[in-house]
């Protein structure tokens, strides 16, 4: 998802102008709600003049009369619920009660299964080192970034990425604890340490990657899903505080859609590891809500972009005519730019692209889904374990960037060409990152069938649930 954001110093209340990836924010949250609109990383990202894979969390403000709306009194804490800040007068209606009810729930429950199964090692635990196994690793890694340097350009172009996108997180994980914040209610701290936790599992697994050429352990793995899941869920009571346009509100929903997803994908990852339970293939189905939810919560964007004309063309009372007043109403304030058609475009056709990716996963299982990956592009099938995550580190570095910027903490300038560098064009790097390391691979593998393997459609984990459902 992408961040575009409009401050001016001159205006009593200076909204911010949000499109599906873009959001306008008048105060911001202290870290990211995790990434939104979506990476085809089966990632995320926020850009303020680009689009990208994964979408981030927007934020809202009170107003100042001379100052960025950032800069009023206590707004950097009214999204966390402080004594400075109460909920807005005329909250909106829920959009549909239900269906947010099973997004909140469906999201606690995906959170506390990461969670216990963390806890009891499924798959294994993570060995604890020693300090001088520590001290080890540290200079194994500083070797590494010299002796496991990938040949030719994509070599290049991966160190100038990652350097970009390391240096940004750890300035984050620095603003979060050091600039000043009056919250300290649990739910601020959970927003907090949670994000601060995601950027740093997300570190690891890039030391390992980029100076070892290994991947994380199954811990990591759990941890890393919890935490982002844990921080995208921890915005939702703040929403009362929210005094934004409905457009930057169902941004919000966007980018949490974008954020459960991508841990979904996760789970589809490490599916094929030898040592995966049997049951993960199941583990992912659940997360269908949510790649669904975020095709229509993308194409809300884009419909509402359609000219006036349609409206007269479609009559009324019609499916079609409802649908189109229906998504005006749930993005209204919606403008008609360059920078919004691009991000609303691109964000529905990564829901797209996403959805495919669990349809074929869906029907292939994890073997067949895999398998021209793991025969013919080594690195793409060992990359695969950390790209959700770096997809979302990604679309969360920036939104938090972002929210940095509208407090005046960083110049904008700085942050726009931050967003565009990293939210627009880094999460296709992390998508194509096997292309970086050797540029022979496929493209997108999973797409490309063997024709010399023999595919098993349904896929052998149906059959099999099938099979005993009958033998009852």
């Known amino acids: 998802m ?194 601060a936790g995601a950027f740093a599992t997300s570190l690891w697994a890039l030391a390992l990657e980029r100076g070892l050429r290994e991947s994380p352990d199954w811990t990591w793995m759990w941890l890393s899903a919890a935490l982002y899941t844990a921080n995208a869920l921890s915005w939702f009571p703040l929403l009362k505080y929210y005094r934004g346009s409905e457009e930057t509100r169902n941004a919000f929903f966007l980018s949490y859609s974008f954020v459960v ?51 007269a063309a479609l009559g009324e009372g019609n499916f079609a005519a409802v649908a189109l007043a229906d998504a005006r109403a749930r993005v209204k304030g919606i403008k008609f730019d360059t920078p919004t058609v691009t991000y609303a475009s691109l964000n529905l056709a990564a829901a797209i692209f996403d959805n495919a990716y669990m349809a074929l996963y869906t029907a292939l299982g994890p073997a067949g889904f895999w398998h021209t990956s793991q025969m013919f592009n080594d690195d793409d099938f060992h990359l695969r374990l950390i790209k959700p995550a770096i997809g979302s580190l990604t679309v969360s570095v920036l939104t938090f960037l972002t929210t940095l910027a509208v ?8 942050a726009v060409w931050l967003n565009v560098a990293l939210a627009s064009v880094g999460p296709w790097i992390v998508l194509l990152w096997h292309k970086l390391l050797d540029f022979d691979e496929m493209w997108f593998p999973q797409f490309v069938f063997d024709a010399d393997y023999a595919y098993t459609i349904p896929a052998p984990e149906i059959q099999g649930a099938f099979a005993a459902l009958v033998a009852r």
């Open 2 to 195: 992408n961040v575009k954001v409009n401050c001016s110093a001159s205006s009593s209340q200076q909204p911010a102008t949000t499109s599906g990836t873009e959001t306008d924010m008048e105060e911001s949250t202290e870290t990211t709600a995790a990434t939104a609109t979506a990476t085809t990383t089966t990632t995320d990202t926020p850009p303020a003049k680009s689009s990208s894979d994964a979408d981030s969390a927007p934020s809202s403000s009170s107003a100042s009369s001379s100052k960025c709306p950032m800069d009023a009194p206590g707004t950097a804490e009214v999204l966390l619920g402080t004594d400075n800040a109460s909920p807005t007068s005329n909250p909106p209606p829920a959009r549909e009660p239900l269906v947010d009810t099973i997004n909140q729930t469906g999201g606690r429950a995906a959170l506390t299964f990461f969670a216990v199964a963390g806890a009891l090692g499924v798959g294994g635990y993570a060995t604890v080192s020693s300090s001088e196994q520590a001290s080890s690793f540290v200079s194994r890694v500083a070797d590494g970034l010299v002796t496991n340097h990938a040949p030719g350009f994509g070599g290049f172009l991966e160190d100038a990425y990652l350097t970009l996108l390391v240096t940004s997180t750890l300035y984050s994980l620095w603003a979060m604890f050091a600039l000043p914040r009056k919250d300290n209610t649990l739910l601020g701290w959970v927003h907090v340490l949670s994000g």
């Open 261 to 311: 997803s991508f841990q979904g994908i996760q789970l589809i990852a490490w599916s094929a590891q030898p040592d995966a339970p049997s049951w993960m293939f199941w583990a992912v189905m659940p997360f269908w809500f949510w790649s669904i939810r975020k095709i229509a919560e993308s194409a809300d964007f884009v419909v509402a972009l359609l000219p006036k004309s349609v409206d």
């Open 407 to 414: 407090r005046k903490r960083i110049p904008f300038k700085v």
